[in-house]
């Protein structure tokens, strides 16, 4: 099923937010689950699925990681490659234009991490996909949106289908490969268009594969 979030959507999506200058798409932050979950784990390879402006992509490359970042949108991958030239990491980053339900990348990694991807196929199916291309020994690192009854938000509600609770995530992970190191849905605010407070209630869930 596809759920509109195709290419065409995240195209305009990421032009919208070019021509709505910085806002949160333009000069956003990585998000503070990112350097909480990874501090302890040793630099290596990783793959962002879905790295949309590159924010989570440069910081981890910032921090020793050689990392493969992949999105639909050459928009968006055209917006990170022009932040990562000023982060003295681009040379650790390899940015993929790809549609992640299509997409293989012909090898696994020490960290699969994705942030709020929303490719169109199921949130579900997505997170089994990338969970493959965990190296025995690595991380998987999914953070996305919590779904429940209420506004998001953002002004708009999430469908089921793009949306996940950490039970239903944590219960796609067979524990006889996985141990289960976070599972959590935490609030957190930002600040929006005109000092707006934009309330997020978000899923974070870090696994590592056993070897």
């Not at 793959?47 to 590159?54: M, P, Q, S, T």
């Not at 030239?85 to 299509?102: H, I, N, P």
């Not at 929006?192 to 899923?203: E, K």
Request: hydrophobic content about 35%; some cysteine; overall charge negative.
């Amino acid at each position: 099923m596809n759920y509109e979030f195709d290419k065409d959507f995240w195209e305009r999506h990421w032009q919208e937010g070019r021509a709505g200058g910085s806002g949160s798409m333009g000069g956003n932050q990585p998000n503070p689950y990112l350097a909480r979950e990874t501090s302890g784990l040793t630099p290596g390879t990783a793959l962002d699925a879905g790295c949309g402006g590159g924010a989570e992509a440069i910081w981890l490359a910032s921090h020793g990681w050689h990392v493969t970042a992949a999105d639909i949108s050459s928009e968006a991958l055209a917006r990170a490659a022009e932040r990562a030239a000023t982060s003295g990491a681009s040379e650790r980053l390899q940015w993929v234009e790809a549609d992640l339900r299509l997409w293989n990348p012909g090898d696994r990694f020490d960290l699969v991490m994705t942030h709020y991807a929303h490719p169109a196929m199921p949130q579900l199916e997505f997170y089994d996909r990338i969970a493959g291309w965990v190296a025995p020994g690595g991380t998987l690192l999914i953070v996305g949106h919590l779904h429940t009854s209420d506004s998001t938000g953002h002004g708009h509600q999430h469908p089921a289908e793009a949306s996940a609770t950490s039970a239903t995530v944590t219960a796609r992970l067979d524990d006889t490969q996985w141990e289960i190191v976070t599972a959590e849905e935490p609030r957190r605010t930002l600040t929006g268009h005109g000092g707006r407070a934009v309330p997020l209630h978000d899923v974070v869930v870090r696994a590592a594969r056993r070897r």
